[in-house]
């Protein structure tokens, strides 16, 4: 069994993104973390200031185990990058429930700052891109049979695990 | 056309292009209307060309007496030829139109249309009287009924086209019009010639105009057209016509095709100017001759015109030699000098050479000031920065500020000839080399890819005189080929000296062109997709015993609606005209159900596994069964009905995605848990689900403004994700009967914006659906 699955995410754009309070210029980047090792990092959006859109997909290698995704949004500094809002989102939000597997969410989070302020919003859209051995895109409603007056059963719905259970595998 | 005027033949002359050669055959179509088969036969087998036509009337009338007591007139017209003797004889009536005084007759009559003679026709208007009603209108005696009016016409046309130029005002000036072709309805007229400064250039809108010539000179306008001399040159490749349109005072300003035009011959022949030869190397050879006759005066006399004054100021016979400077103006108001030209030698029209530089600074207004010097002979021989300037003559002063905030206007240009804005860019402060954002337009706003389009670019002032620094004129299709190329297009303004003259002002260019199809919602609908009702009804205590009057849930055995009822009526019948399978999910909250516990989802219909029921009328009788089995408990919470909403809405997914799911709650009260209730709502934003919600009774319903989100704050769950779209809208029951305008009108007013952006957000376009295969649901 493979050990990650593909997310397809696209950092689409921020809203009302500050820097020490005062509204981001320009040059804005998003990083996205699954887990500590690993991360991801966008181009930087020139002429957005404040309303940066980036557009930019990012193919996500996510580890079975993880349970979210960290999005954090960070501007240019004469030292570096400094971090100016983060996101945290659940897996559960894209993952389960009752869409097809392969169900393109948009999605928007409230950023937060470091002192746990409100900065914002990002605005993204995921995919999961499931592994093809245990591809499913919809429960799967069985076929009564034709039994004729006999006939006492139902129907039953089938759930592919990996739908309801993703992180088992 | 009727009346004797003084040189009539001069006024039927063509005007304002070159005569020539006649060398086209006029060609005669025998019209289609009416046509006579057997008539036509018979003529043709004995060797007879048609002489004649058969058109067909339309009539209207506006403004008719009122003749009858209790009600309008009841018109109808009835149409005459005036025979030679002057006696009238019937060509054919209209119908008769019920109670109007402006009525639009449907019947039309039949003329036959000779070519040769000129045939006066004659309208009577009568009021048919009520007791003829039931009677054809051929056996309507006419002495019966009231005479309402007359009115003559001739039934011929003497059609000259003008050809007009829009001009920049907007308005249009005449360029030139044909000679007038007597009685003809598929006249052809002698060749025009223009000139390019007649029209301007080959993409200026000119608008044609075909009128019937009337002696008095009140013309009467039978049709007109817009085309610019390249569309004209390519109907004329295309062999085809152009549809000679004029706008209908009735029917709703609709245009009513009235003839169509053709071009039959096209020919552009370049007429090179005056500085065209001199560009490419004609020369003027100059030659002087100067007067030495007694009559200029003694030279030596100082009111000799040939006086040589010592002081270096020029007489007659001699001219200028100007220098420039240029200041920048600072705070205090003193004057800096950062730069001076060289002398132009004996020029009243200099182009400087040496060029001036200046810093040009983005945060800051610079005032420029420059003075002209006429620079004295004696000094010619020193560098340019010894002159001293108050030894020189000084010509002159001007100022101008080395800064721009730049904004375009696009506007369209509409049919009378004027323009209409439709939409500018936001303003780049200080910057001569703007980038503005995208634009979107939408069609309903540009007319057609074609349409000349006016882009003006103005200098921001805040005063609101913005100064027009240029402008251009480009068609949707022009701005495409413009970003396809990489090219710019020049931005130019009409110089008030020059002899208005073009004066390049700078380049635009394109830097992105897409063009998206944006379908409407009954597009959607057209093509298979669905809409699905579901509806929540709020069964707690504030409603009040259902059994009392006064209960919002009373009731009422004369049939008399309740407010619950009338929602599920109005919306339910709306909806329900969009939904193909006409079975709703219908469910009510907190009330208490047979086995005594609180649900704030329970099935309608009383069934234990299945909440559907058949149509708006299964939905009443599962309502009011409900109230008998339910007892009215508390609180009003809406997240479990709002989940299984999005559940089916999400479920359906699998299966297709031409399902768009609205959920009607109707409730009495304030919310007790508002934060559950965004939760389920920022949950189900990314669906396909509206949400629209009643506001029942007499409560305060602010917090229910907050679901609805319309002032743009989106929705927050208490996880931190915030709603990917607005599903809510929300309308005060009592709010529609104030205002008298319906509840479904309220209601359902954001419900078609809510899908497409649904739609669009995925990129989903109607098409005949099918079930969805791994990644149907694409972005």
């Known amino acids: 069994m493979s050990t990650s699955y593909t997310l397809e995410i696209t950092v689409i754009s921020g809203e009302n993104i500050r820097k020490n309070r005062k509204p981001v210029k320009k040059d804005a980047f998003v990083v996205i973390r699954t887990d500590s090792h690993k991360f991801y990092t966008t181009k930087m959006d020139a002429g957005g200031g404040s309303y940066p859109a980036w557009n930019e997909k990012v193919a996500v290698d996510m580890p079975m185990h993880a349970r979210f995704i960290t999005v954090e949004v960070q501007c240019k500094t004469s030292g570096g990058s400094k971090t100016v809002g983060t996101a945290r989102v659940p897996l559960s939000d894209f993952v389960g429930g009752y869409v097809p597997q392969n169900y393109l969410h948009f999605l928007s989070y409230r950023l937060r700052d470091c002192n746990g302020e409100r900065n914002g919003i990002i605005n993204i859209s995921v995919r999961a891109k499931v592994p093809e051995y245990a591809s499913c895109s919809r429960a799967e409603i069985g076929v009564p049979l034709a039994l004729g007056e006999t006939y006492s059963g139902g129907v039953v719905t089938g759930v592919p695990i990996w739908c309801a259970y993703p992180a088992k595998f | ?779």
Not at chain 2, 34 to 61: M, P, T, W
Not at chain 2, 197 to 207: K, V
Not at chain 2, 299 to 309: E, G, K, M, Q
């Open chain 2, 1 to 779: 056309m009727g009346n004797c005027f003084s040189d009539m033949q001069g006024g039927k002359q063509a005007v304002g292009g070159v005569q020539q050669r006649s060398t086209v055959a006029a060609t005669s179509d025998p019209n289609n209307a009416g046509h006579n088969d057997a008539v036509e036969f018979f003529y043709r087998s004995r060797g007879l060309q048609q002489l004649f036509a058969q058109i067909e009337l339309s009539l209207s009338a506006s403004d008719l007496l009122d003749r009858d007591i209790t009600s309008k007139s009841d018109p109808m017209a009835v149409v005459y030829a005036k025979q030679r003797d002057g006696k009238l004889k019937e060509l054919g009536r209209t119908e008769v139109v019920l109670n109007s005084l402006n009525p639009n007759w449907i019947e039309k009559v039949t003329v036959t249309f000779q070519f040769e003679i000129v045939q006066p026709l004659v309208f009577h208007v009568y009021d048919v009287d009520t007791k003829f009603h039931n009677l054809p209108v051929k056996m309507l005696k006419l002495e019966d009924q009231d005479f309402l009016g007359e009115a003559t016409c001739v039934l011929a046309e003497d059609p000259f086209l003008r050809i007009s130029r829009i001009i920049e005002s907007g308005g249009s000036v005449p360029i030139c019009k044909t000679e007038v072709v007597n009685n003809n309805l598929n006249p052809t007229w002698k060749p025009l010639c223009l000139s390019m400064q007649q029209f301007g250039s080959n993409d200026n809108p000119l608008i044609i105009e075909c009128f019937d010539f009337n002696g008095s000179g009140n013309h009467v306008l039978i049709g007109k057209l817009q085309k610019s001399i390249a569309d004209l040159g390519k109907l004329h490749e295309g062999r085809s016509g152009s549809n000679l349109t004029i706008t209908s005072s009735h029917h709703g300003h609709e245009k009513v095709l009235k003839g169509q035009l053709f071009v039959d011959q096209f020919r552009e022949k370049e007429q090179y100017s005056f500085l065209d030869y001199v560009a490419s190397g004609f020369e003027l050879n100059f030659m002087v001759a100067v007067d030495f006759t007694a009559s200029n005066g003694d030279p030596r006399n100082p009111d000799s015109l040939h006086y040589i004054d010592p002081s270096g100021r020029l007489n007659s016979y001699q001219r200028s030699d100007p220098m420039a400077v240029v200041y920048a103006k600072q705070r205090d108001g003193k004057l800096k000098e950062l730069g001076r030209t060289e002398v132009v030698l004996n020029s009243l029209n200099p182009n400087w050479i040496e060029k001036v530089t200046v810093t040009f600074q983005f945060e800051i207004v610079q005032p420029l000031v420059f003075h002209v010097y006429d620079v004295d002979t004696k000094f010619h021989n020193l560098p340019v920065k010894m002159l001293k300037l108050e030894d020189q003559d000084f010509l002159g002063e001007a100022t101008c500020v080395l800064a721009e905030d730049p904004f375009l206007r696009i506007s369209r240009i509409i049919e009378s000839g004027g323009s209409v804005p439709i939409c500018k860019t936001e303003v780049v402060n200080n910057n001569l080399n703007p980038t503005w954002k995208p634009l979107c337009l939408s069609m309903q706003q540009f007319g057609s890819n074609d349409n000349p389009l006016i882009i003006e670019c103005f200098d921001f002032n805040g005063s609101g005189n913005h100064v027009l620094i240029g402008k251009l004129q480009k068609s949707i299709a022009d701005l495409g080929k413009l970003h396809e190329g990489r090219s710019g297009s020049n931005l130019t303004i009409t110089s008030s000296h020059h002899g208005h003259e073009k004066v390049l002002k700078g380049q635009l260019f394109v830097d992105q062109f897409r063009e998206k199809e944006q379908y409407s919602f009954l597009d959607y609908v057209a093509s298979g997709f669905e809409l699905n009702f579901m509806v929540a009804v709020d069964f707690t205590a504030s409603n009040g015993d259902p059994r009392n009057p006064d209960s919002l849930h009373y009731i009422d055995p004369s049939g008399r609606l309740n407010s619950y009822q009338r929602a599920i009526m109005e919306v339910g019948k709306v909806i329900q005209f969009y939904d193909t399978d006409k079975r709703f999910p219908a469910w009510g909250f907190g009330g208490r159900t047979y086995d005594g516990t609180i649900s704030h989802r329970f099935n309608l219909n009383g069934s234990a596994s299945d909440f559907e029921v058949e149509g708006v009328d299964g939905i009443m009788a599962a309502y009011a069964s409900a109230l008998r089995n339910v007892a009215l408990a508390g609180p009003t919470l809406f997240g479990q009905v709002i989940n299984t909403a999005a559940e089916i809405a999400g479920q359906s997914l699998s299966y297709n995605n031409n399902k768009y799911f609205v959920l009607l709650i109707i409730t009495d009260g304030v919310l007790t848990d508002l934060q559950e209730t965004k939760d389920a709502l920022v949950r189900a934003s990314d669906l396909p689900l509206s949400i629209l919600i009643v506001g029942v009774g007499g409560a305060d319903f602010g917090q229910m403004e907050v679901l609805d989100a319309d002032n743009g704050q989106r929705l927050e769950s208490s996880t931190g994700r915030v709603a990917t779209h607005d599903i809510v809208q929300f309308v005060p029951m009592r709010d529609v009967h104030d205002r008298q305008i319906s509840v479904v009108q309220a209601l359902l007013e954001e419900l078609p914006g809510q899908f497409l952006t649904y739609m669009r957000s995925r990129d989903i376009q109607p098409r005949p659906f099918h079930v969805a295969q791994t990644g149907q649901t694409s972005g």
